[in-house]
């Protein structure tokens, strides 16, 4: 037993985690904790502009680096505005811790002038979420919040601590990591795994669906393995676009080469993911096998042939050896026949990926930049995209990641989070290019991020897809398009002002060169913008309204 103040108690947890960063906004509710951050070089703090960009900047940290994600905010407002960003870290499976000051214990329960009740708020969307009562009891909730946050499926967790315990002295015992957080992969069951390897073996046309859950358990090569062994195609849900390599024949980007499956393998996800009208397409007369590390998640949302509760990366390695034992003869000539099939499919998608026409045009086309980014960056960049058009489209269709964890993106579909999320994985992976592409709207939401980026010296770079609207709307309203065209500042120039390196690009054939340029102020350190400006014309809104329009022609 020691004896220390909550507040110290507090830090030495953080400390004894290995954390390296906290992101927050000050407030006089939590002053104690920062003066011992203060006086604690391990830890960096982060003071952002907005605790919305600390949260996004912890998720990326977290989901990038393998650690914990910290957040320090203050009671009621500082603590309401990590809402939206906590339930990102929710939807993308993120540990993040969110600490937020509370009004003093003794007036807990009055309404004093912003006391609310932040556990009801943060329960729903927190996997724990916990007041603490005394001081020394700060270690305990602390080692209970980060079990619950690292294992079994990672997620954030919140707790409040009411302003007098972190000066309140008190006797606290402290352990070390492994004595209280014990990493784990769970097996799978043989003979479950057995199940599903029959069911897939005597299925005609199996399909795999993939989430989440594959890139977290690192799986992407056990996944490629199983669907190598049984010739089927893998469909990542929504925006987890990198589970395998976007390259590989088996690769599909749209649900339509899954329609007719007779048996989905749905594995490191849940089928909500999937949208109900595509599950609706796929599921009818399907079987469905899943495997899933969070049992809360195998079987909501349909009923399963067979389910499988396991890590995703044991349970598909020894799913693949499985399947290797069973095709074997007749069977094995019918997996060669279907991934035949599978890899015209790809050719053919190859052939017709891109528009024939408006490479040169001017505004530019987004095809033109996701081209020449993917022709620019490193394969092994981390690119984070956001909600909107732009992403849900174009970068799904076009843009190839050849990494399992190059691709970030909000699995909540919240405006905002690529660009500060990019700014806690350059944190976490300082070797490695790291861009956001965002659209003009969300890019907005989160401008002052730029401060933070040029204040700490984050390098990476922002490329805003600048089509002067929310397309993502625009494109399913009709003129006027209210609310959803939109007059933006030059954004180069903001960037600029805010001390980071900002160029202008409104001609295709300058998009390289000036990429090249923000990549090399970013190997200095400098983070950098280019504002490209793009169409805004709702004919080039997604590949499919622009395919449809061609045929039509
Ligand atoms: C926080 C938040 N508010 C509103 C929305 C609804 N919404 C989804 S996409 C979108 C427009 C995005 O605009 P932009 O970032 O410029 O991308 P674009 O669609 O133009 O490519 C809006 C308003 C949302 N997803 N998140
Ligand atoms: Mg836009």
Redesign the pocket.
Known sequence: MVLMSGAEALVACLKGEGVQYVFGVSGSSTLPILDVLTKTPEIKYISTRHEQIAVYMADGYARTSGRLGVVLVTRAAGAANVV?GTITALSSDSPVLVIAGQAPSQVRGRGDYQEFDLVSIFKPITKFSYEVERASKIPEVFQRAIRIARHAKPGPVFLSIPSDLLTEKAEVSLTRPEQYSIPFRARPDPALVQNVAKILVGAKKPAIIAGNGVVISGASRELVEVAEVLGAPVFPIRYRLDVIPTDHPLYVREVEPLIGSDVLLVVGTSPQDLGTEAWDILSKNARIVQIELDCSQVASFFPVETGIVADPKMALAELAAALKRLIVGRRAKLVKERLDRLRSVHKEFLAGRWPKEGWDDIPIR?WKLVRDLRETLDREAIVSH???????SWIRRCFDFYEPNTCIQCLA????FAFPGALGVKLARPERQVVSI??????M?VLSGLNTAAHYGIPITVVV???S???????RQKPPFLG?E?TNPDFAGVARLFGAYGERVEKPEEIKSALKRCLEQNRRGVPALIDVVTTGDVRY?TAETYFAGVQKE
């Open positions: 939206i987004p956001d909600s909107g058009s732009f992403s849900s579909g919240c405006m905002g965002v659209g003009d709207g969300s890019f939401m897809n600048n089509n609207s929310y397309m993502q709307i625009k494109r959803s939109l809104s």
